[in-house]
């Protein structure tokens, strides 16, 4: 089974532009999550979207936005992109099955590094 | 918000030495995860813990699910130069909540 998938891999930009992320989770999966990965924050929660809803959010602002398709397939937007902005973006897919059941475990993606200049 | 304190934030081992890193929160967490980064990649997972009380190995690797359900710990046995890498604790809610609150994460070096 092919794992989760991401596209681009590199991405530069300037700031005040926007940039679109995606994310193919495992076949079968219904839920995905987004992080971004920074040397001086580490891993922190951007959303989740599980049956094109987003279900739950992460402390960051509204220039963050995601959408999921029917197909479970994810897209990530930034708009108005600031310095901060630089950091390793990551999507993890699971079943998102009843709590402690395993099938919440989360699988991630190589992500998408994005440096704005 | 949550937090989970991961310790220790590097460690310098020989091949062949036992290492053991450990994570704790104020929290409590229903699943407890570990997963292991590679430079420029993403993180895999080595173990999932989904009961208090619960040990679980995975080859060289053994983690444990605190009693409290407020810490865990991952012990890799007999070190060898491809366990280089940052590992991280990762704790996810109880109630069925998707996201993932990560420890720092303990980069490993190993002398061969």
């Known amino acids: 089974k092919a794992g989760v998938t991401q596209t681009p891999r590199y991405l530069i930009k300037t700031r005040g532009q926007q940039v679109t992320l995606s994310c193919s989770p495992i076949s079968g999966h219904r839920s995905v999550s987004w992080y971004q990965q920074t040397p001086g924050q580490g891993l922190q929660f951007l959303f989740e979207?599980?049956?094109?809803?987003?279900?739950n959010k992460g402390n960051f602002p509204g220039r963050f936005s995601g959408r999921q398709f029917s197909n479970s397939r994810s897209e990530m937007n930034v708009s108005t992109l600031e310095l901060g902005d630089s950091a390793l973006y990551l999507c993890?897919?699971?079943?998102?099955?009843?709590?402690?059941?395993?099938?919440?475990?989360?699988?991630f993606g190589p992500g998408t590094r994005l440096l704005v200049l | 918000g949550q937090q989970l304190n991961q310790s220790p934030q590097s460690m310098f081992i020989q091949e062949g030495e036992d290492v053991s890193m450990n994570c704790t929160s104020s929290?409590?967490?229903?699943?407890w995860l570990w997963y292991k980064q590679d430079p420029g990649e993403g993180p895999v997972l080595l173990i999932a813990?989904?009961?208090?009380?619960e040990l679980t190995s995975n080859g060289r690797l053994t983690a444990q699910f605190g009693i409290t359900r407020k810490d865990s710990f991952l012990n890799i046995s007999a070190s060898i130069p491809s366990d280089v890498g940052i590992y991280f604790c990762a704790g996810q809610l109880q109630g069925g909540s998707e996201k993932l609150v990560f420890g720092k994460g303990t980069k490993l070096t190993v002398n061969p």
């Open positions: 979207y599980f049956s094109e809803t987003q279900r």
């Open positions: 993890a897919s699971s079943l998102s099955g009843t709590s402690g059941s395993g099938q919440e475990t989360q699988y």
């Open positions: 929290s409590i967490f229903n699943t």
């Open positions: 813990l989904y009961k208090a009380g």
